[in-house]
């Protein structure tokens, strides 16, 4: 099937700034005009690929929202200073495979379109979108104190059990910044108060929840001191049931979603990796027709089909 090569990004492409061993690359939608910063290593072409682990779905799941879900909190800012470049250089490997990489950190944002032979901005095929991505993209948590609250909850579902499991501490360190926050100062805030829920932004609420809930499926299913701590925000949050399940929902499927791209992304998605995502989705509340259509309008997004 064909993927993201960089002959299908030409009309994408804008330029790409190389800051020692990291490229920062800029990408457009040649209809809208949106530009999407994006980030990926630089690495030797010497260095050997790791060796393939045994595929562990949630893994895989998380690993993909980890990378979707970092620019959230995390935005790409392009410097001031560096190598430049306006075309991808075919003739630079190491550079060729960053630029992909980079890419395909932010193609959630992007639809393939056979018609301008091209990726076109994503909200011009929204209806391809999973219904995490379009929240998300509609209602952006745009404000500090948001991304903040975000963190925070998401912290206390991860150690609602006792104690935060090493994946999920990992988890959430990529998501903070460095200069502005430290992640063993959020691990020691108290819990939240609905003082400090209402001030978030009108639109924010669900988007927080659903966030949250992502995270907490991306290991395991939910224990229940995680679906008690959820609900309880949620109705901090001014998050009536019905609107929360359909959250839960929206999380569900996103993770879903990463699953099929981790696996399609690695070359193959095998009768067994179907067998288990079914038994992961089950868990999760979907279904083999939500899979299939979850499958289908990721592949008609990126291309694949």
């Not at 903040?148 to 998501?175: K, N, T, W, Y």
């Amino acid at each position: 099937m064909p993927d993201i090569t960089l002959h299908r990004l030409r009309k994408n492409f804008t330029e790409h700034h190389l800051i020692g061993s990291t490229l920062m690359v800029s990408f457009v939608c040649p209809l809208s005009g949106r530009i999407v910063h994006a980030i990926a290593p630089v690495r030797p072409a010497s260095v050997p690929p790791q060796p393939a682990a045994p595929r562990e779905l949630r893994r895989t799941g998380k690993i993909g929202l980890q990378t979707q879900l970092k620019e959230i909190f995390v935005p790409v800012e392009l410097p001031t200073s560096g190598k430049k470049s306006r075309a991808p250089r075919a003739d630079s490997p190491e550079i060729e495979a960053a630029i992909l990489e980079a890419f395909n950190a932010v193609s959630h944002q992007f639809s393939w379109s056979e018609q301008h032979n091209a990726y076109i901005d994503a909200e011009m095929a929204i209806e391809l979108l999973t219904e995490f991505d379009r929240r998300l993209m509609q209602k952006p948590l745009a404000r500090a104190w948001d991304r903040q609250v975000a963190l925070r909850l998401m912290a206390e579902v991860g150690r609602a059990d006792g104690e935060m499991q090493p994946g999920e501490r990992e988890l959430l360190q990529s998501f903070v910044q460095d200069e502005t926050q430290d992640l063993n100062a959020i691990l020691a805030m108290p819990e939240l108060t609905k003082a400090e829920l209402e001030r978030v932004s009108d639109n924010a609420p669900e988007a927080i929840l659903m966030l949250a809930y992502a995270i907490a499926m991306s290991d395991r299913d939910l224990s229940s001191r995680e679906k008690h701590k959820l609900t309880h925000y949620a109705a901090l949050l001014g998050i009536g049931s019905a609107k929360e399940s359909a959250m839960k929902l929206a999380a569900a499927e996103k993770l879903v979603e990463t699953i099929i791209a981790g696996c399609l992304a690695e070359g193959s998605f095998s009768d067994l990796d179907r067998h288990s995502l079914q038994q992961v989705a089950a868990g999760l509340g979907l279904g083999s027709d939500e899979i299939a259509a979850i499958e289908a309008n990721y592949c008609r997004r990126r291309g694949l089909r």
